[in-house]
């Protein structure tokens, strides 16, 4: 009985969270963009501004974390610090300058009876995110959503709970100071895991639901929601050395894909070499002296530099996203090999070819299907920042709607305007 009663005040809650969320979105639907650039500069300025509470309240969850035994690569993922709040309000600031998707006109005409038809990019209504010890996300679904005019419910978990609440107390306080509607960023964090269950199931309320974190995290969302999902994928990230790549390019790009930052999703995890290639020492002495572990088939074993430690690859670590200093390598025969080991084992994130053949390289291009493909360049561009579109929401693996980086188009639907003189249909 005491059950069913917390689960009805948990349900009464997160109605209540979501109907002011519904009033808040009309609002943000009907807000101009000079409004909406306001209110995101207001934010940037707000989060620079104070600072001090932010990195206090991010102490508190890290040493939170380090007692409760999280790993590094999870606990870097929680950290701020100063250039990384720096990084948040600069997309915010990016965000103001990028032109407004709503109101767009995808694709109009004139049809022979009078009607003049469009369609154009009109904002989803109201967003809703589960995520997961990323305080980052708090900022950038709040700047998109924003922009594109929505209204956001958010669950950033019990990891990043102090962080998250001082970082939505100033974001609200800024959207305020401007005439914005507060409630266009709320969170249901104070009901914990029961308050994202039932965000969930709140069909009706919720317009779209986008999960952002763990292969366990999104596929309990995706198995459970009874709201539309937008599923954002781990990124089993493969980079294919074909024989023609030259050492220096695969050196550099292996370094920055792997070590840069090893614990975000477009950070590369299995390395394919061409068995003709004659890059491979150097480019595992580097990534060794990088500190990265290397998980390696027998081929490669065969061929690892003195002094450069690994040990065997199974088919555990063709299928894992490390997120961490750990990379799997495997020699294949040719470029058909390549793109077959990738097709078994690819998350649909993000995949890459270093080569100088151009016929490999389009062949490469046609032959995977993943959300990103990327030539003679690091994996880490699979960003929506670094590829132009502001901050993201989540890189998107799926085919519906929404694929790669979910920018600011990306939070917008369509609507059809029709309009005429007086026709009736024969």
């Known amino acids: 009985m005491t059950e069913q009663i917390v689960e009805q005040s948990v349900v009464a809650g997160i109605r209540e969270i979501t109907d002011r969320a519904r009033l808040a979105s009309r609002r ?75 109101g767009n006109v995808v694709r109009g005409q004139t049809l022979p009876n009078g009607l003049r038809m469009r369609q154009v990019n009109v904002p989803l209504g109201v967003v809703a995110a589960i ?173 690892v530099p003195a002094g450069v430690p690994s040990t065997p690859a199974t088919d555990h670590d063709w299928a894992t996203e490390y997120m961490d200093l750990d990379l799997a390598v495997k020699m294949v025969d040719s470029l058909e090999d390549a793109v077959a080991h990738i097709r078994t084992w690819t998350t649909g994130h993000t995949e890459a070819i270093l080569t100088n053949d151009l016929a490999n390289a389009e062949t490469f291009i046609a032959e995977i299907d993943s959300a990103a493909v990327i030539v003679n360049a690091s994996t880490r561009f699979t960003d929506g920042g670094e590829l132009g579109l502001g901050a993201e929401v989540g890189i998107s693996t799926q085919k519906l709607h929404a694929r790669g980086p979910m920018g600011l188009g990306e939070l917008t639907t369509t609507k059809w305007i029709v309009q005429g003189e007086g026709q009736v249909r024969g």
Do not use: W
Request: glycine content about 8%.
């Open 28 to 102: 943000m639907a009907g807000a101009n963009r000079a409004l909406k650039d306001k209110g995101l500069r207001a934010m940037a300025a707000a989060l620079l501004a104070q600072q001090e509470p932010i990195l206090a309240a991010n102490a508190r969850d890290l040493a939170a974390g380090r007692e409760n035994g999280t790993s590094a690569a999870m606990l870097d993922r929680l950290t701020l610090t100063p250039p990384r709040i720096q990084g948040l309000a600069d997309a915010l600031e990016n965000l103001a300058s990028l032109p407004d998707p709503v």
């Open 131 to 303: 995520y997961e010890a990323r305080p980052n996300v708090t900022v950038d679904i709040a700047g998109l959503a924003l922009k594109s005019g929505n209204a956001v419910v958010l669950r950033g978990g019990t990891a990043a709970a102090h962080t998250n609440d001082a970082l939505l107390g100033i974001l609200r306080d800024a959207l305020d100071a401007v005439g914005l509607p507060a409630d266009a960023v709320q969170s249901v964090d104070k009901y914990g895991r029961e308050g994202a269950n039932v965000l969930m199931r709140a069909r009706g309320q919720v317009d779209v639901l986008i999960p952002r974190g763990g292969r366990e995290l999104i596929q309990t969302v995706v198995q459970n929601a009874a709201v539309p999902v937008i599923e954002t994928g781990e990124g089993n990230v493969h980079i294919f050395i074909d024989s023609s790549a030259k050492e220096d390019m695969c050196v550099e790009i292996l370094l920055n894909a792997k070590t840069q930052r090893p614990s975000v999703c477009n950070t590369v995890e299995t390395l394919l070499v061409h068995k003709d290639s004659t890059v491979l020492p150097a480019v595992l002495t580097a990534l060794h002296h990088a500190g990265v572990r290397l998980h390696v088939d027998e081929r490669i074993a065969a061929v």
